[in-house]
């Protein structure tokens, strides 16, 4: 026998549940359900003597995806229960399916590749937040510069711009190096 939950692809993810779901992702829940309710089976009784179609095991790992990357980006896991439940899911079966998927989660942000990919994006936050600093500065210097060349006059001091790198450059190099 076979268990139907499968570990989410953390990597490639596709639908947002808790945003809505997208027709794709409504699609492969409507056909996961369909399965569930054709056998009888809930979550917890899920298996089946032969493996997945090829059509079964997509409609899993669209969903698993989907619920996996609600979870990466801060959607609770009683909200995403509450979608699933309302889309037809029994609360126990709900809550047991997004427990597997947030322990894959959890499991996979403690991986070596997941913070090599982390680091990796904060290191992107400190680069474009200096870039954004350097350019608010730059032109703070410059119209200061064309302003005091020619006797006086106005000049933009692009504070927006310097607040905003700063902030993005020491929130990307505390990161990397919380992640490296």
């Not at 779901?21 to 917890?44: N, Q, V, Y």
């Not at 698993?64 to 439940?85: C, F, K, Y």
């Not at 680069?127 to 302003?147: K, M, N, P, Q, R």
């Amino acid at each position: 026998m076979q268990t139907i939950i499968a570990k989410p692809q953390a990597a490639e993810l596709s639908c947002n549940l808790a945003g809505g779901i997208d027709t794709f992702c409504r699609e492969s829940l409507e056909h996961l359900l369909g399965i569930f309710r054709a056998g009888g089976l809930s979550m917890s009784d899920a298996q089946v003597d032969a493996p997945l179609s090829a059509e079964d095991q997509a409609a899993l790992d669209n969903l698993t995806n989907a619920v996996a990357r609600d979870l990466a980006q801060g959607v609770s896991p009683r909200q995403i229960e509450q979608m699933l439940i309302k889309q037809g899911w029994t609360v126990e079966n709900a809550r047991e399916y997004v427990a597997s998927v947030n322990q894959a989660v959890q499991n996979y942000r403690q991986s070596d590749p997941a913070r090599a990919q982390i680091a990796a994006a904060y290191a992107k936050h400190m680069v474009f937040g200096a870039l954004w600093a350097v350019g608010g500065i730059a032109i703070t210097a410059l119209t200061y510069s064309a302003a005091s060349s020619s006797g006086g006059g106005r000049y933009v001091v692009a504070w927006g711009a310097i607040a905003f790198g700063i902030f993005d450059c020491f929130r990307g190099l505390f990161g990397w190096l919380k992640y490296k």
